[in-house]
């Protein structure tokens, strides 16, 4: 499995990004995929996580800081998590992560059985 996270760049403060997680190699008829985020000098935090079972969304779930501001979506057609970032500030520069695993608790970081390499996200003041 592979997890090919892309959309980061550079941002004024109060714009919007999206980020994609596509996911290869096998397809998660069921699963979890969680974004985390982790800036310099800090550990990696949980952001969002997504659950499905087939084409259904069963979970969608935020961190309190980004609450209101993003909004985590999967394609049904295919393997692609999205994370819409709206409001952006610059405490959210940050290499974001995708995670992905079968099943569980989102916010479990270590839980996560395969990442992509990260994006970065730059918020300017």
């Known amino acids: 499995v592979q997890l090919q996270a892309s959309g980061g760049g550079l941002v004024q403060a109060g714009g919007s990004l999206r980020l994609s997680c596509l996911a290869s190699?096998?397809?998660?008829?069921?699963?979890?995929l969680g974004w985390f985020r982790q800036a310099p000098g800090k550990e990696r935090e949980y952001v969002a996580g997504i659950s499905w079972i087939g084409s259904s969304t069963n979970y969608a779930g935020y961190a309190d800081f980004v609450k209101g501001r993003f909004t985590i979506s999967r394609e049904t057609a295919g393997n692609t998590v999205n994370l819409q970032m709206n409001s952006l500030r610059p405490e959210d520069t940050a290499v974001y992560y995708c995670g992905i695993k079968s099943s569980g608790i989102p916010t479990i970081i270590s839980s996560y059985d395969y990442w992509g390499q990260g994006t970065l996200v730059t918020v300017s003041s």
């Open positions: 190699g096998r397809t998660f008829s069921r699963g979890v």
